[in-house]
């Protein structure tokens, strides 16, 4: 029998044309690398609720809104399922749970050492959307 994938719910959140994304620590999977900050969704409990839970304890910030999936898609090599949702926050981000926290505009993103699905998100933002009807950037 297949496992259920474990949704993982990453917070995209968007200042002045800067996204938040934050170092993964050691010992982490991906330890290092860059990401959009957020966490697993628990058995029963909404993505926002999720999102929310995982702002407020790793970045001490308080989610206002929380939009649309912008983007999914399965971590390679895991079990995780991660979902990017844009958010609006309220407050100052601090560094609680990874070891640096920045603000970065999408060509600084592109060049730096992603996580693999966030990598793959960044993608899609620089991606110039189909002629056909597209989802808003966030």
Do not use: C, N
Request: glycine share 10%; charged share 25%; aromatic share 6%.
């Amino acid at each position: 029998m297949e496992e259920r994938p474990i949704l993982v719910a990453a917070a995209v959140i968007r200042r002045e044309g800067r996204y938040l994304v934050g170092r993964r620590p050691e010992g982490k999977r991906h330890a290092g690398l860059w990401e959009f900050p957020g966490g697993k969704v628990g058995e029963g409990e909404a993505v926002s609720d999720a999102l929310a839970r995982e702002l407020r304890e790793e970045l001490a910030l308080v989610a206002l809104s929380v939009g649309d999936a912008l983007f999914e898609m399965q971590d390679p090599g895991s079990p995780f399922l991660i979902r990017f949702i844009g958010v609006e926050v309220g407050g100052e981000p601090r560094a609680i749970e990874h070891q640096a926290l920045g603000w970065f505009t999408l060509t600084e993103l592109e060049a730096m050492p992603l996580a693999p699905s966030d990598a793959r998100f960044v993608e899609t933002l620089s991606s110039p959307p189909p002629a056909s009807s597209a989802p808003a950037r966030p």
